[in-house]
């Protein structure tokens, strides 16, 4: 792998950025410290595999349940429709709480693997996005 010192891309930021965002992402290294820096393009496509799935259930009163697989969420609305942007508002809320605390939910055993999940989350930043990509397999009650 081949890194660039932090001083010499300090020194021609405009042109990293540049090739970062043409190119390809850039690796970078400061004393023992390593980086990636990338596009947003390529981080979104890089993190294109990480979908969420959950489990939809249809009420007895008619309203629409769903219930994530991979983080602890679970909505109710009237509607398929409002149950999903339900979620993908708390998707966003946790999501955004997830980086705020980044240094303790980043390793903590339970939350460490939503990490992908959370960047792709942050990346999209549209809540009725995040609810309508969500892989929803019905559940018969």
Not at 6 to 13: L, Q
Not at 32 to 60: G, H, W
Request: neutral net charge.
């Amino acid at each position: 792998m081949k890194y660039e010192q932090a001083t010499d891309v300090r020194k021609e930021w405009s042109s990293v950025c540049d090739s970062v965002i043409r190119e390809r992402p850039k690796f970078i290294k400061r004393t023992r410290d390593k980086m990636c820096l990338s596009s947003v393009k390529l981080m979104n496509e890089i993190l294109a595999v990480y979908t969420f799935t959950a489990k939809q259930f249809t009420e007895p009163d008619g309203s629409v349940t769903i219930a994530l697989d991979i983080i602890d969420i679970t909505e109710n609305g009237e509607s398929e429709e409002d149950a999903r942007l339900k979620i993908g508002k708390r998707i966003l809320e946790y999501a955004e709480d997830y980086y705020e605390n980044f240094q303790i939910y980043s390793i903590s055993p339970d939350k460490k693997s939503h990490m992908p999940y959370i960047i792709k989350v942050l990346l999209t930043d549209n809540a009725r996005s995040i609810g309508k990509s969500i892989i929803c397999r019905e559940v018969k009650r």
